[in-house]
């Protein structure tokens, strides 16, 4: 079956450290690939998504992330991350020609920033 | 900017009790999904939904749970009996068209069964 992998559970960085969380996913065919963020108390939203073109591509707030196809990864980077990032971010594919579209996630790094 | 809301959002049912979440997509929206995240485990993925059918369900989606668009705006699921393991945070998500498959979600609602 189809899987997303997150290597992070919990990552703890001080401001202006740079950040990278690893997305691991099992599916041989094409996928489309997104990053999601939950704020504390708030819904998920989108940082960025990949799903044709420049395999590196950048989102809000100064996040990006590259696809890496013959790794099936999708790492999440930001070069100094900030107290406001504090959050959990959520790795998540969808194979593309599924009908139903469904998101597939990883299972979320919970990400705290100490000032 | 438009956005999906879902109500209530919190709900608290006694096991065995039926309980309707709802939701309201994006208007110019076709394809509606729900998904739940039990409390520190990832979010799942249970049912979605296009053109007034299921276009595909988890293994999670028994026959307890059903989904229904009752009007041109609301999109809900039932869970007919529920069980103290239902609890969870629902998520609604909705998407459009577009190529990148892009989900908006709304909210949530904590259903907690006691």
């Known amino acids: 079956a189809q899987s997303v992998s997150q290597h992070n559970h919990h990552v703890i960085l001080s401001e202006a450290a740079s950040l990278e969380l690893g997305c691991n996913y099992s599916y041989g065919g094409t996928v489309n690939l997104f990053w999601y963020v939950q704020y504390p108390g708030q819904h998920l939203q989108l940082l960025l998504k990949?799903?044709?073109?420049?395999?590196l591509v950048k989102g809000i707030k100064g996040f990006e992330a590259e696809f890496i196809k013959s790794k099936f990864s999708f790492n999440l980077r930001k070069p100094s991350v900030q107290w406001s990032d504090t959050a959990e971010y959520f790795c998540?594919?969808?194979?593309?020609?599924?009908?139903?579209?469904?998101?597939?996630f990883g299972q979320g790094t919970e990400l705290s920033v100490k000032p | 900017e438009p956005e999906v809301t879902q109500t209530p959002s919190h709900q608290v049912t006694q096991m065995g009790q039926e309980v309707i979440l709802r939701c309201v997509p994006i208007s110019n929206h076709l394809y509606f999904y729900w998904y739940r995240q039990i409390l520190g485990q990832k979010v799942e993925f249970l049912v979605s939904?296009?053109?007034?059918?299921?276009?595909?369900k988890s293994e999670i989606f028994d026959d307890q749970f059903s989904v229904e668009r009752p009007d041109g705006s609301n999109f809900t699921l039932k869970i007919r009996s529920t069980k103290l393991e239902d609890s969870a945070m629902y998520f609604c998500?909705?998407?459009?068209?577009?190529?990148?498959?892009?989900?908006?979600f709304g909210p949530g609602t904590r259903l907690t069964v006691t």
């Open positions: 990949y799903f044709s073109g420049d395999p």
């Open positions: 998540a594919v969808v194979i593309r020609g599924n009908q139903g579209g469904k998101l597939i």
């Open positions: 998500a909705s998407r459009g068209t577009s190529g990148s498959y892009e989900q908006y």
């Open positions: 939904f296009y053109n007034n059918e299921i276009s595909e």
